[in-house]
C-alpha cells in the first residue's frame, strides 16, 4: 500500500478509496468500451482484464487496515465525513462477506455471459443461452449465502441496488400499481391510436441532430459530455467532467430522442453532483431506483410534456419536413404519448412499461426459487405477456431475450426501474408546490429553473443521504405510490 501512514486516519482511509476509486474508474472505461466500440472477439480477453481490476479493488477495500479505520472514525461528526463514514462502513460489511475469488468469478462471468447472451439475441437461440443463465443463478445463489442472517433470498439482492427496501415493500407498490393499469391498459386496447404518424423513416442524422439540439437546451456541453451509438443505451461516469451517454438510432422510429433524454437524466444526476465528493463512495448517485427517477424525469415529465413540443416540434418539422410537415403538433404529442401494449419493455409506453417490470420482478423471483426452471423460462414468459399485455411472442429475441440484465447478473435490478417512475411523480409534485406550473419555460426552450431545482435538491448530495432519507428530505413523505397513480389516471383515463 502506498498510502503514506503519518497522515490522519480520514485522509488515509480518503487515500485508499481514492485508489478504489480508481481502479473502478478504470473498470468503467473498459466496460464502456465493450459496449460502444470493442470488436465481439474481443469479450473473452476483456472479461478477465475486467476481472482482474475487480478482484484487485475488492481485495484492497475489503482489507483489515480499512476496516480498522472506520473503526477509529466511528463517532466522526463533520456532516460529510459522517456520511462517508456510514456509507463506507456499509458497503465494507456487505463487500466483506464476499469472498474475493466469488467477486472475481461473477465479473468473469458477466462477461463471458454478456457476449453469449448478444449472439443469443441476434439469433433468437435461447438453448444457447441456457448454460449462462443457470451459471448466473448458481453464483447468484452463492452471493447470496454470503448474507446468512437476511431472511428473504432477494432482499439480499435488492439491497444492493435499493438500500433498506424489502421485497414485501415492493410487492405492495407493485400490487396496487397492477390493480390500476391492468384496466387502463384494457381501456386504451379498446380505442387503438394511429401509430403511422411515428412510421419513417427518419434518416438518422437528422436524429442525431435532434438529440444534439435537445441536450444542448438541457445543458450538455462538449468538454464535458460525450454520446455515442450502441445496441442498448447506458450512460455511464468514469470520473468527473467525464459524462457519457449512448443512445440507439433506429431510422424506422423516432425511440433514440427518448433514449437520449433518459441517458441525459442519468448523466445529469452524476454530472452535478458536487465535485468534493470525487474519488470517495459519496461521489455517486445514491440508489438505482433515484437515478431511474431522474432518467424519467427528463424523458417523460419533461421529453413527453406538451410544453417541451410546442418548443421543440416545430424544430423536429424542420428537420424532417417530408415526414411531419403535414402532422399537427397536438397529434404529434398525442402519438408520442399513446398506450400501445407492445413487445419491447425499452419503447413501452408510460401506462405498460410497468407490467413489462412487473413481469421481470415475479420472474425472477421465481428462478431464484426454483420455482420456474431455465429450460421453462420462454414459455412462462410469453404466456404471462398475453395475459397482462395480450400480445404474443413471435420469438425470443422480442422475448425473454431482450434484455442484458440476467446476462450480467443483475438480478433484483428490474423493479427499481418502477420504483423510479414511482417517485420521479412524487418528486415532480414538490418541484411544481415550488417552481409552479413548467410548462411556460419549457415552451420556451428553457430548462434550466428545473435542473438547479434539482440540483440543489438530490444531485448534488450524490450518496451522502441513503434514498428513502432523500426521498423524505425532499417530498416530505415516505415511498407512496398515490402521486404516480394519480398522475397516470389525470394523462391516460
Ligand atoms: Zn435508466
Same mark, same amino acid.
Given at each position: 500500500m502506498s498510502v503514506a501512514t503519518t497522515s490522519s486516519p480520514l485522509e488515509r482511509l480518503k487515500a485508499i478509496l481514492g485508489e478504489i476509486a480508481d481502479l473502478r474508474h478504470a473498470e468503467a472505461i473498459l466496460d464502456w468500451d465493450s459496449r460502444?466500440?470493442?470488436?465481439? +472477439?474481443g469479450a473473452q480477453a476483456r472479461a478477465e482484464a475486467s476481472a482482474t481490476l475487480t478482484r484487485l479493488a475488492h481485495e484492497q477495500f475489503v482489507s483489515d487496515e480499512v476496516g480498522e479505520l472506520l473503526d477509529e472514525l466511528s463517532s466522526v461528526e463533520e456532516e460529510k465525513d459522517a456520511a462517508l463514514i456510514r456509507v463506507t462502513r456499509r458497503e465494507w460489511d456487505r463487500s466483506r462477506r464476499v469472498p474475493t475469488e466469488l467477486a472475481g468469478e461473477m465479473s468473469h462471468a458477466n462477461g463471458v455471459a454478456v457476449a453469449a447472451w448478444d449472439e443469443a439475441k441476434a439469433s433468437s437461440d435461447f438453448a444457447s443461452f441456457i448454460p449462462h443463465l443457470e451459471r448466473q443463478l448458481e453464483l447468484k445463489h452463492r452471493y447470496i449465502e454470503c448474507f446468512p442472517e437476511t431472511e428473504t433470498a432477494y432482499d439480499v439482492l435488492l439491497e444492493d441496488y435499493e438500500e433498506e427496501m424489502t421485497t414485501d415493500q415492493v410487492v405492495d407498490v407493485f400490487d396496487r400499481v397492477k390493480q390500476e393499469l391492468v384496466p387502463l391498459i384494457e381501456r386504451h386496447r379498446q380505442r387503438p391510436v394511429d401509430g403511422t404518424l411515428l412510421r419513417g423513416p427518419f434518416p438518422v442524422s437528422g436524429q442525431r441532430e435532434a438529440g444534439r439540439r435537445v441536450l444542448q437546451a438541457f445543458g450538455y456541453e462538449d468538454a464535458t459530455w460525450r454520446i455515442d451509438e450502441t445496441p442498448h443505451p447506458f450512460a455511464s461516469k468514469p470520473g468527473v467532467g467525464d459524462i457519457r451517454l449512448t443512445t440507439h438510432t433506429d431510422e424506422n422510429d423516432l425511440t433514440s430522442l427518448f433514449s437520449t433524454m433518459h441517458e441525459f437524466g442519468h448523466g445529469v444526476y452524476e454530472f452535478d453532483i458536487d465535485d468534493g465528493f470525487s474519488r470517495t463512495p459519496l461521489g455517486r448517485g445514491t440508489s438505482s431506483a433515484i437515478h431511474e427517477s431522474q432518467s424519467r424525469t427528463w424523458e417523460n415529465l419533461v421529453g413527453r410534456s406538451p410544453g417541451f413540443w410546442h418548443w421543440f416540434y416545430p424544430q423536429l418539422q424542420e428537420i424532417f419536413p417530408e415526414q411531419?410537415?403535414?402532422? +399537427?403538433e397536438g397529434s404529434f404529442v398525442a402519438a408520442i404519448n399513446a398506450v400501445q401494449p407492445g413487445l419491447i419493455r425499452g419503447d413501452a409506453d408510460e401506462v405498460t412499461y410497468g407490467l413489462h417490470i412487473i413481469l421481470r420482478f415475479e420472474l425472477e423471483r421465481e428462478l431464484l426459487a426454483g420455482t420456474v426452471a431455465v429450460r421453462d423460462l420462454p414459455e412462462v414468459w410469453n404466456t404471462r405477456m398475453k395475459e397482462y399485455l395480450g400480445v404474443d411472442v413471435p420469438d425470443d429475441a422480442h422475448g425473454v431475450l431482450q434484455d442484458m440484465h440476467w446476462s450480467v447478473g443483475?438480478?433484483?435490478?428490474?423493479?427499481t426501474y418502477q420504483l423510479g417512475n414511482v417517485i420521479s411523480v412524487q418528486i415532480w409534485e414538490r418541484v411544481r408546490a415550488d417552481l409552479g406550473d413548467l410548462q411556460e419555460q419549457f415552451a420556451r426552450g428553457e430548462f434550466s429553473s428545473l435542473r438547479e431545482w434539482l440540483r440543489e435538491q438530490i444531485y448534488r448530495h450524490g450518496s451522502t443521504y441513503p434514498p428513502r432519507e432523500l426521498l423524505r428530505r425532499v417530498?416530505?413523505?415516505?415511498?407512496?405510490p398515490e402521486p404516480y397513480l394519480e398522475y397516470l389516471r389525470a394523462k391516460f383515463a
Open positions: 460502444v466500440s470493442m470488436p465481439p +472477439a411531419l410537415a403535414g402532422v +399537427a443483475m438480478f433484483g435490478y428490474f423493479p417530498t416530505g413523505s415516505d415511498l407512496d
